[in-house]
């Protein structure tokens, strides 16, 4: 299985960026779908944003709001989340995760493989 591994995340205040990194290896982007999901304290994981492995997006826009921007790079094999104008309720544990292609993106059951998880929190 892949081993995903995220990076970047940290304390912010409100309003500031972060960007998140997820290591993985070698051609696992070009051959998977990935996604960012997240998960706060006694609230169920819940995704956030999706590359497929031709690069199409898809944002859950209750989340996101225009504010997130989702992207990997094929010769690194590295996906990356965007995260700016953050706010107390982005605070959570952000997962890195791969799907099989021709699996839906949005569904958190299409993720097979999944990071350890990084720390995002947003607070003055």
């Known amino acids: 299985q892949a081993q995903l591994v995220e990076s970047g995340g940290g304390s912010v205040q409100p309003g500031d960026s972060l960007r998140l990194s997820c290591a993985t290896p070698?051609?696992?982007?070009?051959?998977?779908?990935m996604a960012w999901f997240r998960q706060a304290p006694g609230k169920e994981r819940e995704f956030v944003a999706a590359?497929?492995?031709?690069?199409?997006?898809?944002y859950n826009e209750d989340i996101v709001k225009g504010r997130f921007t989702i992207s990997k790079d094929d010769r690194k094999s590295t996906v990356s989340l965007q995260m700016n104008a953050l706010e107390r309720e982005d605070t959570a544990v952000y997962y890195c995760?791969?799907?099989?292609?021709?699996?839906?993106?949005?569904?958190?059951?299409?993720?097979?493989?999944w990071g350890q998880g990084t720390q995002v929190t947003v607070s003055s």
């Open positions: 590359i497929s492995r031709i690069g199409r997006t898809q």
């Open positions: 995760a791969a799907a099989q292609s021709g699996t839906p993106l949005t569904v958190v059951g299409s993720y097979t493989n």
């Open positions: 070698m051609r696992t982007v070009m051959w998977y779908n």
